[in-house]
């Protein structure tokens, strides 16, 4: 059962543009986390989020985390072809001691 | 010096070979991880380990098998692979089991 569905799968757009991808499920989380991964290097965390309604900003990248944890969703402001790869979300259970993972979004900015 | 360690990059092998992987983390975590990731498929977690014991093994068959010696360090014991095994095996590690995880490049396998 994938407990972690993250849309879209693939998002293809232009330098400049603004994009969100989703992170969603019907279980609840105690923790979220972001993580992108470019082609021959493993995922790399970008942020974690534990709070219900909690908005976490890194430079042009804005996360929240839904008021009852079971979402989540990645704006990117002004896409920059840097910002290429595949999008993974993973989330963390209470006292379940290891992380599901959606199947990623790949995005594609093109200068 | 990266955080996470992992060799070889590649490995190309046939199916009656026997290899291994290694996995060596710097970051004085608790928890290692093995994970497979496949085309159009999330990533499927294989083995964990806390503090060298091993604590998860997901149904994973005993083609596989994982050996850590100490919390720096794990392996991951391979042998009469099948072609659908051919994927890009992860490892990562955290400070401990609820904490997020430092992965390492991975090793892309394809079995022959």
């Known amino acids: 059962t994938q407990l972690l569905e993250q849309s879209p799968q693939f998002l293809s757009i232009q330098e400049g543009e603004n994009l969100t991808v989703y992170c969603n499920s019907s279980?609840?989380?105690?923790?979220l986390q972001w993580y992108r991964q470019e082609p021959g290097e493993g995922p790399v965390l970008l942020v974690t989020?534990?709070?219900?309604?909690e908005v976490k900003k890194l430079k042009r990248l804005t996360f929240q985390f839904g008021d009852a944890r079971k979402d989540s969703s990645l704006h990117i402001t002004a896409a920059q072809p840097g910002d290429t790869g595949l999008y993974l979300c993973?989330?963390?259970?209470?006292?379940?001691?290891?992380?599901?993972f959606g199947d990623g979004t790949t995005l594609t900015v093109k200068p | 010096e990266t955080g996470v360690t992992q060799t070889p990059r590649h490995l190309v092998m046939g199916m009656t070979n026997k290899k291994s992987l290694k996995c060596e983390q710097h970051?004085?975590?608790?928890?290692m991880y093995w994970y497979k990731q496949s085309a159009k498929k999330p990533l499927e977690l294989m083995f964990v380990?806390?503090?060298?014991?091993?604590?998860e093994n997901n149904s994973v068959p005993s083609r596989f098998s994982p050996e850590c010696p100490n919390s720096s360090h794990l392996f991951l014991h391979l042998h009469t692979l099948q072609p659908e095994d051919s994927a890009l095996y992860l490892c990562?590690?955290?400070?401990?089991?609820?904490?997020?995880?430092?992965f390492g490049n991975g090793t892309r396998l394809t079995v022959t």
């Open positions: 990562a590690s955290s400070q401990d089991l609820e904490s997020p995880l430092h």
């Open positions: 279980s609840v989380f105690s923790s």
């Open positions: 989020v534990v709070t219900g309604g």
């Open positions: 993973a989330g963390g259970r209470t006292n379940a001691g290891k992380s599901t």
């Open positions: 970051l004085g975590h608790n928890a």
């Open positions: 380990y806390s503090l060298e014991e091993r604590v």
